[in-house]
């Protein structure tokens, strides 16, 4: 049986770094923060947006190279992921639990 993957699973990695390094806080997520397309990227989004601090975003529904690639390289299964300064904060729960014992506000303001 042949697998057939259409992009370079290395140049993926590099993209994903080099997104992770120019972005002081970067959320993969399905959907934009303005239309998010799952309720859990919706919740993430509430959480970073009510702290008050500009974040870009990666759609992965539009980016299925990254979709395949970034839980395996982060070793977290799941979507939404939240960086902050390069390292990986967590997925919906951990941001949820972050924002509602005001930790999440902390580590956003630590951004470079």
Partial sequence: ??????????????TIKSQ???????????GTPKMPQCGFSAH???????????FAFV??????????????????????????NGELIGGCDIILEMHEAGELQQVLNQAK
């Fill in 59 to 84: 759609n992965i529904l539009e980016n299925p190279d990254i979709r395949a690639v970034l839980p395996k390289y982060a070793n977290w299964p799941t979507f939404p992921q939240l960086y902050v």
């Fill in 20 to 30: 992770i390094t120019e972005n002081s806080i970067l959320l993969y997520m399905k």
């Fill in 44 to 54: 993430a989004v509430a959480a970073i947006q009510a702290c008050g601090k500009p």
């Fill in 1 to 14: 049986m042949n697998t057939y993957q259409d992009f370079d699973e290395q140049k993926v990695i590099e």
